[in-house]
């Protein structure tokens, strides 16, 4: 069976600190792809990022980066010098073979930045 | 500018009537999804559809239905509303190139009272 787990619910910052969301994630194919979408108060969901299973190769884009790491199923963003305008939901998903490559998410993470 | 739209925003209906929520895409893409999302539970998948006509149960099918008639738009149907079916619900459609790259609409709030 496939699953993601984001286990932190809400995060409250403060502007400019860093933070990292943790998403980890389960299953038994070789070909996956791991997602991350944001998710802004207007409701609509937003693609962030794609990484294939092959390429466990940090990205960074600006304030944003992501540390893949197979060993422990992990797929972490963190978020440098965050910004009121960060203030969102952030959902990990995960996409594979078994499932027939539907995405399923994770529960979501409520990342709150305080001025 | 790519666009997935659900027909309303807010919705109101009592239990046991029949809801159909529209999404409509203009990115000519072969897939689309009905998702619905719950606080802690984050998205899970009614049904999608790969192709016109084509429908594929997801996750959670029961009490809901699908019709897509034509590529560009991908109809939810609630038979006969229940309470448990208040939620936000999310279309969301992907090309076949393989990326997997979903293109969200902005959601429908569904009240059943």
């Known amino acids: 069976a496939q699953k993601v787990t984001q286990a932190q619910t809400e995060i409250s910052v403060v502007e400019k600190e860093d933070v990292t969301l943790d998403c980890v994630y389960e299953?038994?194919?070789?070909?996956?792809?791991l997602f991350w979408y944001k998710q802004p108060p207007s409701g609509e969901l937003v693609f962030l990022i794609r990484r294939n299973s092959f390429d466990e190769q940090n990205e960074i884009s600006g304030r944003y980066s992501w540390n893949f790491q197979k060993s422990t199923s992990s797929f972490n963003f963190t978020i440098t010098a965050s910004q009121v305008v960060d203030s969102a939901v952030y959902f990990c998903?995960?996409?594979?073979?078994?499932?027939?490559?539907?995405?399923?998410f994770g529960a979501g993470t409520r990342l709150f930045v305080k001025a | 500018d790519v666009k997935v739209t659900q027909s309303s925003r807010y919705l109101v209906k009592r239990t046991g009537e029949k809801v159909f929520l529209e999404c409509v895409q203009d990115?000519?893409?072969?897939?689309m999804f009905w998702y619905r999302q719950d606080p802690g539970l984050g998205l899970r998948l009614i049904y999608f559809?790969?192709?016109?006509?084509?429908?594929e149960k997801g996750d959670i099918p029961e009490g809901y239905s699908v019709s897509r008639e034509k590529k560009e738009r991908f109809s939810l149907i609630l038979e006969s509303a229940s309470t448990n079916q208040t939620s936000m619900y999310l279309c969301?459609?992907?090309?076949?190139?393989?990326?997997?790259?979903?293109?969200f609409g902005s959601g429908t709030q569904l009240s059943v009272l």
């Open positions: 969301a459609s992907s090309s076949e190139d393989g990326d997997e790259k979903l293109f």
């Open positions: 299953t038994r194919d070789t070909t996956y792809y």
């Open positions: 990115m000519d893409h072969e897939n």
């Open positions: 998903a995960l996409s594979g073979w078994t499932g027939g490559f539907k995405t399923i």
């Open positions: 559809s790969y192709d016109v006509k084509m429908k």
